[in-house]
Every structure is written in structure tokens, then in C-alpha cells.
């Protein structure tokens, strides 16, 4: 068997994945900005992407410890930190001018670091 023989199938294999591949990267750009258009589509005019965002602020705030493993032992627990935010977005539509406001919530988890002085359940 020559290397010709494994070579050019091989090549034509490859070369079919990478069509593949960049289809599904474009479908999925796509997709995301079709997402970004509808979130912030007009609710008075109804035009998609109209909406530009005017301000941002931070209406509540709430973060506490979270310890995973409460099951076992209090030694094999490691306390989260979980902060939770909920967001009030402005936006003004470019076409019409009507105001409106969208409310997010995010949360982020963050793992802390744990000295052994530390008492093993949250005060």
C-alpha cells in the first residue's frame, strides 16, 4: 500500500469535518445574533435591535456563603461564595424613541479558600 492511497482519502475526510465545522460555527453566529436582536427588539414598534441600552444599575446585591458536601463530615465541606446581583437595564429604541427597562439576574459562584482556624459552619 502506498502512503498516496492513505493520504488523499484522508485528506478528503478532513476536509469534509472542516466544512462541517465552519457550518456549525456560522449557524451558531448566527444564532446568537438573531438571540441579540430579540432581546432587544422595540416593544412599541416592534423593530428587532432597535433597542440601545441607556443605563445600567444594580437595584439589590446579596452574597453568602454556600458549603457543598453538607452531607459528610463539616472537614470534607468547602464554603462557595455566591453573590447574586439583580440588574435594571434601560434601553431607547433608535426608531421611535420609547423608553422601556428589562430586570437580569446574575449569580457567581466562588470557591473560598479555607484556613484550618476557621470554624466549619457559617456564623
Known amino acids: 500500500m502506498d502512503w498516496v492511497d492513505v493520504f488523499f482519502p484522508s485528506l478528503i475526510v478532513c476536509g469534509i469535518f472542516a466544512i462541517m465545522l465552519a457550518v456549525a460555527i456560522g449557524c451558531s453566529y448566527l444564532w446568537l445574533v ?11 414598534c416592534g423593530k428587532m435591535g432597535a433597542g440601545e441600552l441607556v443605563e445600567s444599575e444594580v437595584i439589590d446585591s446579596k452574597s453568602h456563603l454556600d458549603w457543598k458536601g453538607r ?39 466562588i470557591p473560598e479558600k479555607r484556613d484550618k482556624g476557621l470554624p466549619s459552619q457559617e456564623r
Open 71 to 109: 452531607s459528610g463530615t463539616s472537614q470534607q465541606a468547602s464554603p462557595l461564595r455566591v453573590t447574586e446581583e439583580t440588574y435594571e437595564d434601560h434601553f431607547e429604541c433608535r426608531y421611535c424613541g420609547y423608553r422601556w427597562m428589562k430586570t437580569a439576574q446574575w449569580t457567581k459562584t
Open 34 to 44: 438573531w438571540l441579540g436582536k430579540r432581546a432587544t427588539k422595540c416593544p412599541e
